[in-house]
């Protein structure tokens, strides 16, 4: 069964070819900059474990053009990996906010639509975006189904006391603010491999999940369950990330607009996009942090600091809500690559029964592996993600119920 995982962004179309049958990737890529002179298709075509790459650039004028590219750059002789669209099964959507209407992943006909629509107000940079995917794939494969898979579902588990900010109850009920948490694929597969890494059924297993990319969320997650999560009602909480602040006191907004005579999107924007990393150091991309702070950049020094600490507190506030922890996963671009996080972050834990192998940790790191000592009482692993194989294979799950 081959399952097409699409990731529809306002002007970007992400993609994934998986043939089920072995959960291997056939193809995948980006079209990027749609509606804009210089747009471009990157795309990947993988054959016996060997990949070809090939970069086209041109306008394409909107998404459904870009859909289209896609459809002929994955069939074509020279690019393609398959002879005809209809050989796909399904379409996979990753859909940014489910809100509480949706707990899993969920066959899309007019009403899920609707649903996702009413949620807009949630995620007005992503939902719109996969919608339009969802609404181009429905016309440029017609009778396939599509499934919507949402980064919101997994947390939907958490209990009203971890998902419930302390303001006016109606805030709640009017507004729908509360904590939705995303990332949400990301820390299911992360959750479940780390289960079976350490030998024991996600049932069975307390874990916490640490995804740190550009932007980075951790969860603790009971016996399979989310029970509680860093972002909150928007990405923005939580963890310092690449750009966005993570967690400050709520009252900085308001000053912040007084002095400097700003509206509150004005502050929402630097909040999102001029604070995190780069707010502190100018950079946001690790790498050239660690380089900088190598060469005696104390603002360099200072952001990976703050940066490890503010994960290592996350970690530490989940191990007394989750009372027992058996593991520590972490993942993501950070997570995976960054030995000098990981080992600022787990060091001068042994209070709480972790204790990292500093020669295990080294180095990038691109299978799952363990990287704390045998008498570590709670194991630390590497588990690279793949959301879009838990994409595929929710999407399947759900044909295979129909
Ligand atoms: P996204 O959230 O956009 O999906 P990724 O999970 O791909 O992000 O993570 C991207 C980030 O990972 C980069 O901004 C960079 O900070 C970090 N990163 C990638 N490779 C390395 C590396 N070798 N060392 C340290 N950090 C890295």
């Known amino acids: 069964m081959k399952i097409l995982v699409i990731n529809a962004g306002s002007s970007s179309i992400k993609y994934q070819l998986l043939d089920m049958a072995d959960q291997q990737i056939m193809a995948s890529g980006i079209i990027e900059r ?24 041109r306008t394409i004028k909107d998404h459904k053009e870009g859909m289209h590219l896609l459809i002929e ?9 398959i002879s005809d669209k209809n050989e796909i099964s399904a379409i996979g959507h990753r859909v940014v906010q489910g809100g509480e209407a949706f707990r899993q992943a969920t066959l899309i006909d007019e009403s899920t639509k609707r649903a996702i629509e009413e949620n807009n107000v949630l995620a007005p940079l992503h939902n719109p975006a996969n919608l339009t995917g969802i609404r181009t794939a429905e016309e440029l494969f017609p009778g396939t189904p599509n499934v919507a898979v949402f980064d919101t579902e997994f947390h939907q588990t958490m209990p009203p006391k971890a998902f419930m900010y302390a303001l006016p109850y109606e805030f709640y009920t009017d507004l729908k603010i509360r904590r939705y948490g995303y990332h949400g694929t990301s820390h299911k597969y992360v959750a479940k491999r780390i289960a079976k890494a350490i030998d024991k059924r996600p049932e069975e297993a307390n874990v916490i999940t640490v995804h740190l990319g550009n932007g980075g969320s951790i969860s603790a997650v009971q016996q399979g369950k989310c029970i509680d999560t ?23 907004s308001g000053y912040v607009a007084d002095q400097k005579n700003l509206s509150a999107g004005e502050v929402d924007a630097i909040l999102n996009k001029e604070s ?5 150091c100018g950079m946001n991309d690790m790498r050239d942090i660690h380089e900088s702070a190598a060469q005696g950049d104390e603002r360099a020094k200072l952001a990976v600091d703050m940066f490890t600490y503010v994960v290592k507190k996350y970690i530490g506030s989940y191990f007394a809500a ?11 671009g950070i997570g995976e690559n960054d030995d000098i996080v990981r080992a600022a972050v787990c060091t001068n834990m042994q209070g ?10 080294e180095g990038r790191i691109s299978s799952e ?34």
């Open 230 to 252: 860093s972002m909150g009602m928007t990405p923005l909480a939580g963890v310092m990330m690449g750009s966005r602040c993570g967690d400050i006191d709520p009252a900085i």
């Open 322 to 332: 989750l009372g027992t922890v058996d593991a520590i996963a972490f993942t993501a």
């Open 34 to 57: 749609i509606g804009e002179p210089n747009g471009s298709l990157a795309h990947k075509k993988f054959i016996n474990g060997e990949e070809q790459k090939t970069v086209f650039e």
């Open 369 to 402: 592996k363990r990287i704390s000592t045998e008498d570590s009482k709670v194991q630390v692993w590497v588990i690279p993600t793949n959301e879009e194989l838990q994409i595929a294979k929710d999407t399947v799950a759900i044909l295979e119920k129909q």
């Open 352 to 361: 709480l029964g972790v204790e990292i192998d500093l020669a295990a940790n």
């Open 276 to 280: 995190g990393l780069k707010g502190i």
């Open 73 to 81: 750059t994955i069939t074509s002789a020279e690019t393609g990996v």
